[in-house]
């Protein structure tokens, strides 16, 4: 079993996000025994929390549910996960600065390394934004966790250049 988690601030707008657009499309590729999905977030400010209603809104019409309640992120997450995947070079940073001393298998990737058709270098919070920032959020979390199943899947090499 593949075990991913992604991070962003506070668990409750991107990542919980990229856990139900990539639970979804793990789900349809009938790969759900084989890839698990959860979410964290760097700070614990809204710890049991579901995510944001105007991202739960936005995710549903699209045909995800986005389920999951917030957490922060945990030590025991390093030697847990086998993919870290974190929403802007904040979170990114920050993760990397938490890795343990100790021996991990945990790889911590930026979610926008997996786009193939966005040229963005992070997932924006659309939380103090209005329509359009949580319709951007899924326009990339759709595209990077699709070309992140692929790259899971072996047919695409995140290193390689986009195409557009």
Same mark, same amino acid.
């Given at each position: 079993?593949?075990? !991913?988690?992604?991070? $962003?601030? *506070?668990?409750? $707008? &991107?990542?919980?996000?990229?856990?139900?657009?990539?639970?979804?499309?793990?789900?349809?590729? *009938?790969k759900s025994k084989e890839i698990h999905c959860d979410s964290a977030g760097t700070g614990g400010? %809204?710890? *049991?929390?579901?995510?944001?209603? &105007?991202m739960h809104n936005h995710a549903h019409r699209r045909g995800y549910e986005l389920t999951s309640?917030?957490?922060? !992120?945990?030590?025991?997450? #390093?030697?847990? #996960?086998? !993919?870290?995947?974190?929403?802007d070079e904040r979170n990114f940073r920050d993760v990397k600065s938490r890795i343990p001393q100790?021996? %991990? %298998?945990?790889?911590?990737?930026?979610?926008?390394?997996? $786009? &193939?058709?966005? #040229?963005?270098?992070?997932?924006?919070?659309?939380?103090?934004? *209005?329509?359009?920032? #949580?319709?951007?959020?899924?326009?990339?979390?759709?595209?990077? $966790?699709?070309?992140? !199943?692929?790259?899971?899947?072996?047919?695409?090499?995140?290193?390689?250049?986009?195409?557009?």
């Amino acid at each position: 079993m593949t075990k !991913l988690l992604f991070v $962003c601030l *506070g668990n409750i $707008c &991107r990542s919980p996000t990229a856990e139900g657009v990539m639970a979804a499309l793990v789900k349809r590729a *009938g790969k759900s025994k084989e890839i698990h999905c959860d979410s964290a977030g760097t700070g614990g400010w %809204h710890e *049991g929390e579901h995510a944001d209603a &105007r991202m739960h809104n936005h995710a549903h019409r699209r045909g995800y549910e986005l389920t999951s309640r917030s957490r922060p !992120l945990r030590a025991s997450d #390093f030697a847990e #996960f086998d !993919l870290i995947l974190t929403m802007d070079e904040r979170n990114f940073r920050d993760v990397k600065s938490r890795i343990p001393q100790t021996p %991990h %298998h945990t790889q911590v990737r930026r979610m926008t390394d997996f $786009c &193939r058709e966005h #040229f963005e270098q992070e997932v924006p919070d659309p939380y103090y934004g *209005g329509d359009q920032g #949580f319709e951007q959020v899924l326009d990339l979390l759709e595209d990077a $966790c699709s070309g992140l !199943l692929d790259h899971l899947e072996g047919r695409y090499d995140p290193g390689s250049p986009k195409q557009n």
